[in-house]
T-cell receptor, first 108, second 114 residues
Framework: KNEVEQSPQNLTAQEGEFITINCSYS?????LHWLQQHPGGGIVSLFM???GKKKHGRLIATINIQEKHSSLHITASHPRDSAVYIC??????????FGTGTRLQVFP | EPEVTQTPSHQVTQMGQEVILRCVPI?????FYWYRQILGQKVEFLVS????????KSEIFDDQFSVERPDGSNFTLKIRSTKLEDSAMYFC????????????FGQGTRLTVV
């Protein structure tokens, strides 16, 4: 079983829709990261959080440590949001453990 | 904005050849990492480096791999004798003053072994 599970694996939305991507993990963590990977392959860090909620523009990330669950929300989605969104956890070691990613496509 | 830079962006090499992937981490960062992503799979940890030594490595990081910080700015990953299955995107990352700080990733080097 993967230590980090994401759902859904693929997500299609119309421009303007509210999007939620979920991440569950089975290990103890010190922090959880949401990352964005564009078709060219580069990875960009969106959020790092260890409790509560963070917001940046149209992106919101929440985490529930007790339930070992995090969500990434995108409000008013736009075609430029199309990318792979990856959840990764910092398990108190010198490495990140990655989920398999959620491929999001937003159509105009 | 400071960024992690990786060179080359693409590398094609013949099986059995040595390759060196180069990274320039963000200048005041202390923790350095290499990750790889085989096409269609998730990103996997290879190695972390702190205080001029490896702090953790995965089972993937066997004797054919090595890392070096030769001059205080570059951070390199060497693969001594490449195999077909080494074909992947290799990402360098760095993070700041303490553990559990945000990691910044390079754009990756796509390695193709033929």
């Amino acid at each position: 079983k993967n230590e980090v599970e994401q759902s859904p694996q693929n997500l299609t939305a119309q421009e303007g829709e509210f999007i939620t991507i979920n991440c569950s993990y089975s290990v103890g963590i010190s922090a959880l990261h949401w990352l964005q990977q564009h078709p060219g392959g580069g990875i960009v860090s969106l959020f790092m959080l260890s409790s509560g909620k963070k917001k940046h523009g149209r992106l919101i990330a929440t985490i529930n440590i007790q339930e070992k669950h995090s969500s990434l929300h995108i409000t008013a989605s736009h075609p430029r949001d199309s990318a792979v969104y990856i959840c990764a956890v910092d398990g108190n070691t010198d490495k990140l453990i990655f989920g398999t990613g959620t491929r999001l496509q937003v159509f105009p | 904005e400071p960024e992690v830079t990786q060179t080359p962006s693409h590398q094609v090499t013949q099986m059995g050849q040595e390759v060196i992937l180069r990274c320039v981490p963000i200048s005041n960062h202390l923790y350095f990492y290499w990750y790889r992503q085989i096409l269609g799979q998730k990103v996997e940890f290879l190695v972390s480096f702190y205080n001029n030594e490896i702090s953790e490595k995965s089972e993937i990081f066997d004797d054919q791999f090595s890392v070096e910080r030769p001059d205080g700015s570059n951070f390199t990953l060497k693969i001594r004798s490449t195999k077909l299955e080494d074909s992947a995107m290799y990402f360098c990352a760095s993070s700041g003053q303490g553990e559990n700080t945000e990691a910044f990733f390079g754009q990756g080097t796509r390695l193709t072994v033929v």
